[in-house]
C-alpha cells in the first residue's frame, strides 16, 4: 500500500485518467472528489464487498432456485 499525505486542494494522480482530489478535512473525515472515465465504476469498499458476496451467492443457486428467483422478479 502506497501511503500519501496530501493536504486540502492537493491531488493524487492515477496513470493518465485518475484524479483524486482533497477537497475538505474536519477532524476524522476527509472528503474527496475523484475524477475519472465513466466507463470505470467507483465504488466505496463496503458496497464492493456486498456486491461481491451478492454475486457469489447468485453463483451458488441451483439452476432450479435460480428460475424460480427470476420468474419471481417479473411477476
Do not use: F, H
Not at 493524487?12 to 465504476?41: C, F, H, Y
Not at 467507483?42 to 443457486?61: F, K, P
Amino acid at each position: 500500500m502506497l501511503v500519501l499525505t496530501r493536504k486540502n486542494g492537493q491531488s493524487i494522480q492515477i496513470g493518465e485518467n485518475i484524479r483524486i482530489t482533497v477537497l475538505d478535512v474536519q477532524g476524522e473525515q476527509v472528503k474527496i472528489g475523484i475524477e475519472a472515465p465513466k466507463s470505470l465504476e467507483i465504488y466505496r469498499s463496503e458496497i464492493y464487498e456486498q456486491i461481491q458476496e451478492e454475486n457469489r451467492l447468485a453463483g451458488s443457486l441451483t439452476p432450479g432456485l435460480l428460475d424460480l428467483v427470476k420468474k419471481s422478479y417479473k411477476n
